[in-house]
Structure formats: C-alpha cells, structure tokens
C-alpha cells in the first residue's frame, strides 16, 4: 500500500473536481540478498480534474507526482550473484479530494518476480503496468 495526500503546486488552479487518476510503477532497483529480493521505485501519479476559476470556464487540468516505494519479496532462489527482473502491478487505485488543493491517494501495488536468473550482464530495464 502506498498512500499519501498530495498538494497541487501553486502554479495551478484549485480543484472544483476530480476527474480521474492514473498509476504507473516503476522499479529503480532490485537486488537479490539471501533467499530474498530487496527493491524500489516509484509511482508516476498523474492526476485530471476540472478548475475552480472565477469566470465559470471550468478548464481541465492536469498534475503528476513521484511516490516512492520500498519493499522484499521472499524467493527461495535469490542470491547476490543472481539478475533479477521484476514487474509491478496497480491493483487498487483511490482518489480522494481532501480540499482545494490537496488529494489524499491510496494505491495497492503488486510486484511479481518475473527472472532470477545467474549473469554478469544486467536484464533489460523492470517493467510496470497502470
């Protein structure tokens, strides 16, 4: 779980209301220890919502954050010596408006471990999906 209550910068307008949130993870790194894969990220949060302006206009806007995140998954494969390739999954995404300018999010990440695998040569970057 990654929440946080986000603030929007002061370049941009309040918010009257949201209209959608999109999450996209992102693995840094992940490293292999005894029997265990330490890794981290971050959550590329882009938020759209509707303007409160004073002339009735009602523009869209749009703001993105960086939430980081740290977490071990358990494998009985891992080892120092080993590459690991990682995946990261959104599975719940909540948006609340707490008040003109800020949001609170509540974000449940799934990290699969996709290759363990025995190299000297990296894998190709980690991968995420919204």
């Known amino acids: 779980m990654i929440g946080d209550t986000l603030t929007i910068p002061q370049d941009k307008p309040?918010?009257?209301f949201l209209l959608r949130m999109t999450a996209v993870p992102t693995i840094d790194k992940a490293t292999g220890a005894d029997k265990k894969?330490?890794?981290?990220g971050?959550?590329?949060v882009t938020i759209e919502y509707v303007a409160c302006v004073p002339d009735g206009t009602q523009p869209i806007h749009f703001v993105s954050f960086?939430?980081?995140f740290t977490g071990a998954i358990s494998h009985r494969s891992?080892?120092?010596d080993r590459s690991i390739h990682l995946k990261g999954l959104m599975e719940v995404q909540e948006l609340q408006l707490v008040g003109p300018r800020q949001v609170k999010t509540s974000l449940q990440l799934k990290v699969c471990s996709v290759k363990l695998v025995r190299?000297?040569?990296p894998l190709p970057t980690h991968a995420g999906e919204a």
Do not use: G, N, Y
């Open 66 to 68: 960086e939430q980081p």
């Open 119 to 121: 190299c000297r040569s």
């Open 37 to 40: 894969v330490i890794f981290s």
């Open 78 to 80: 891992a080892r120092p």
């Open 42 to 44: 971050h959550v590329l």
């Open 14 to 16: 309040d918010i009257e």
